[in-house]
Antibody, heavy 117, light 103 residues
């Protein structure tokens, strides 16, 4: 079964760092782009960026460039999204999703990140 | 940067009715447009890619059409499980969504 499994919910304080993960299985992880999508509470979907695990080619939305880092470890079929200094406004659900065309066809279950003092 | 506009914001319909959702792009995107369904507490699910191709396992009552700047998602006869929020996407941009709720 093709699936993406994300790491569990996180509760952090402002200023802390965080790295969440997305592990792929059931397909060739290095052959498909993986993207990250933010959904703030009660809001819509926001495209953050995308990585090609085969060569780590990474693209960011201008809105998220410099705010987060997307990476991947192809040896363990895992993509990552990380922050060096969290803000309360980073509180959101974060989804990873893979794309074999120009659309995200497989989605992870989501990771809820809560940033609160 | 391409901007996607969806209308209406909310669509109130009864089961069995036809739903017509619109997505408009600020400039031509050819046929590179996808549609997703999201239910509360769930991840989005791909319905349509490349404007008119149904994703694997998507029922035939869902259809997509359009090209250039104007696109439509049609649900021919609403089932109870179809009441949800629908988003269009063009590569790195999502539309704001249309909520289909029960009248």
């Amino acid at each position: 079964e093709v699936q993406l499994v994300q790491s569990g919910a996180e509760v952090k304080k402002p200023g802390e760092s965080l790295k969440i993960s997305c592990k792929g299985s059931g397909y060739s992880f290095t052959s498909y782009w993986i993207g990250w999508v933010r959904q703030m509470p009660g809001k819509g979907l926001e495209w953050m960026g995308i990585i090609y695990p085969g060569d780590s080619d990474t693209r960011y939305s201008p809105s998220f460039q410099g705010q987060v880092t997307i990476s991947a470890d192809k040896s363990i079929s895992t993509a990552y999204l990380q922050w060096s200094s969290l803000k309360a406004s980073d509180t959101a659900m974060y989804y990873c999703a893979s794309t074999g065309t120009d659309a995200f066809d497989i989605w992870g279950q989501g990771t809820m990140v809560t940033v609160s003092s | 940067e391409i901007v996607l506009t969806q209308s209406p914001a909310t669509l109130s319909l009864s089961p069995g009715e036809r739903a017509t959702l619109s997505c408009r792009a600020s400039q031509s995107v050819s046929s590179y447009l996808a549609w997703y369904q999201q239910k509360p507490g769930q991840a989005p699910r791909l319905l349509i890619y490349d404007a008119s191709n149904r994703a694997t396992g998507i029922p035939a009552r869902f259809s997509g059409s359009g090209s250039g700047t104007d696109f439509t998602l049609t649900i021919s006869s609403l089932e109870p499980e179809d009441f949800a929020v629908y988003y269009c996407q063009q590569l790195s941009t999502f539309g704001p969504g249309t909520k289909v709720d029960i009248k």
